[in-house]
T-cell receptor, first 116, second 111 residues
Framework: ETGVTQTPRHLVMGMTNKKSLKCEQH?????MYWYKQSAKKPLELMFV???????ENNSVPSRFSPECPNSSHLFLHLHTLQPEDSALYLC???????????????FGPGTRLTVL | DAKTTQPPSMDCAEGRAANLPCNHS???????VYWYRQIHSQGPQYIIH???NNETNEMASLIITEDRKSSTLILPHATLRDTAVYYC????????????FGQGTRLTINP
C-alpha cells in the first residue's frame, strides 16, 4: 500500500466508448503523474501536474484527456481509443520542493486497460 | 537526462546477495542515481538513490564508483519476493520528477 489508489483496476472498453480512470493520493503530495506501460515497452510518462497545473504533456494524443481538480485527485478521460492503447496505466505522486533531490515518486497499482 | 545501460536479465539464488550493475557514463555533476523496481503487474517502487557517496537503507545498498560512471545496487539477502524488474535512472534535481524508465534488469531469484 503506497498511499496512491487507482480505480478501476481492470477496464475493457470498445473503441467508441468513453471512460475515465481515477487516481487518488493520500500522501499530501503536490505533483501527480500519468504513465503508460505497454507490453514489452518501458514506462512512458504521459502527463505531469504540479500544484494542479499541467506542466508536461509528452506528445500524448488528444483521445487521452487528463484532469486534475485538486492536488489529491487525477483523472484520465478516454474516448475513441484504439486497440494499441491497451496497456497498464499508472498514476504516481510526489512532493516537489525546489532544490530538493530526495524526491521519490509513489506509484499506484495501475489500471489494466483493454481496448477491443 | 543521462542514458543508462543495464543487463536485460540476471539470476540469483535465494539468500545470496544480488548485485545489479548500471552504467551511466554520460552522467553530469548534478544528476542523482535512482533505483526503482517493479514487481509483476504492480506499480514501480522506489528503492534508493544517491549522488556520490555509497548509500544504504533497509531495502538495499547503492555503490557508486568514484568517477560516477557506474553504480551497483546490492540486495544483501535476496528472497523470492525480490523477483522484479529493476530500473536504474539518472535524474537532475529540481522540477517535477520526470522519471525516464529504460528496459531495466529482470532479476529472478531462484529457490
Amino acid at each position: 500500500e503506497t498511499g496512491v489508489t487507482q480505480t478501476p483496476r481492470h477496464l475493457v472498453m470498445g473503441m467508441t466508448n468513453k471512460k475515465s480512470l481515477k487516481c487518488e493520493q493520500h500522501l499530501g503530495h503536490n505533483a501527480m503523474y500519468w504513465y503508460k506501460q505497454s507490453a514489452k515497452k518501458p514506462l512512458e510518462l504521459m502527463f505531469v501536474y504540479n500544484f494542479k497545473e499541467q506542466t508536461e504533456n509528452n506528445s500524448v494524443p488528444s483521445r487521452f484527456s487528463p484532469e486534475c481538480p485538486n492536488s489529491s485527485h487525477l483523472f484520465l478521460h478516454l474516448h475513441t481509443l484504439q486497440p494499441e492503447d491497451s496497456a497498464l496505466y499508472l498514476c504516481a505522486s510526489s512532493q516537489e520542493r525546489a532544490g530538493g533531490p530526495w524526491v521519490t515518486q509513489y506509484f499506484g497499482p495501475g489500471t489494466r486497460l483493454t481496448v477491443l | 537526462d543521462a542514458k543508462t545501460t543495464q543487463p536485460p536479465s540476471m539470476d540469483c539464488a535465494e539468500g545470496r546477495a544480488a548485485n545489479l550493475p548500471c552504467n551511466h557514463s554520460t552522467i553530469s555533476g548534478n544528476e542523482y542515481v535512482y533505483w526503482y523496481r517493479q514487481i509483476h503487474s504492480q506499480g514501480p517502487q522506489y528503492i534508493i538513490h544517491g549522488l556520490k557517496n555509497n548509500e544504504t537503507n533497509e531495502m538495499a545498498s547503492l555503490i557508486i564508483t568514484e568517477d560516477r560512471k557506474s553504480s551497483t545496487l546490492i540486495l544483501p539477502h535476496a528472497t523470492l519476493r525480490d523477483t522484479a524488474v529493476y530500473y536504474c535512472i539518472v535524474r537532475v534535481v529540481g522540477g517535477a520528477q520526470k522519471l525516464v524508465f529504460g528496459q531495466g534488469t529482470r532479476l529472478t531469484i531462484n529457490p
